[in-house]
């Protein structure tokens, strides 16, 4: 078998027991390789092993492959999303999961528009509130939702977060909890755009912990196709 198959085969044994654990359904579960440490020939090998779900955070990187395989994917930019760069992404990107600012949602509306398609949005939240991640401040989201709401080329799926980087795991519990909470209370608010079914969250080190708190799209690089195909944990 290969690499890829077997990390992925792992891989959703390992997402099977954390919704045993937390009474989730697997299904609801989405996996995206992130496959921005590797070459479009191993990010072929990703598609090939049934991934379709293709991350990738560096659209001068992404285009490139995309343009090799993009029909065999549903591509996701995941990563920091500078305005000048929303004209590479609208139209081969189905979903960005770093909308995190007004300037930006404005230029992805229109590139989208100008595309013909419409971008599936996330917007990023820094949860953990250190200085060095992207996105908004908790307490900012519902107005930006609100905004982001009204852009007709937007479609708003969810939050995405991410955790600080640590070696234990259980300390992302508490951020991926307050992601999950911000949604609730979001939804429960009853304002435009906040259905928000989705929740991105998770990555090598810690999706397990976030498939038990709620993630819905779990990002995964290293786990699956990194270049050293670390073992599982
Ligand atoms: C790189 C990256 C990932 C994947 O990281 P791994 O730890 O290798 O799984 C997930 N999300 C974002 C936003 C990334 O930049």
Known sequence: MDQIEQNLHQVKENIAAACRRSGRNPDEVRIVAVTKYVDLETTRRALDAGLTHIGESRAQEAVPKWEQLGDRGIWHFIGHLQSNKAKAVAGRFTYVHSLDRFSLAKELNRRSEAAGRPTRCFVQVNVSGEASKHGLDPVEVKEFVEQAAEFPYLQLEGLMTM???????????????????????????????????????????????????????????????????????
């Open 163 to 233: 955790a600080p980087f640590t070696e234990d795991p259980e300390e992302a519990r508490p951020v991926f909890r307050r992601l999950k909470e911000l949604q609730r209370e979001l939804q429960q608010s009853g304002a435009s755009g906040t259905a928000l079914p989705h929740l991105s969250m998770g990555m090598s080190r810690d999706y397990q912990v976030a498939v038990e708190e709620g993630a819905t799209f779990v990002r995964l690089g290293s786990v699956l196709v990194g270049e050293a195909y670390p073992k599982q944990r």
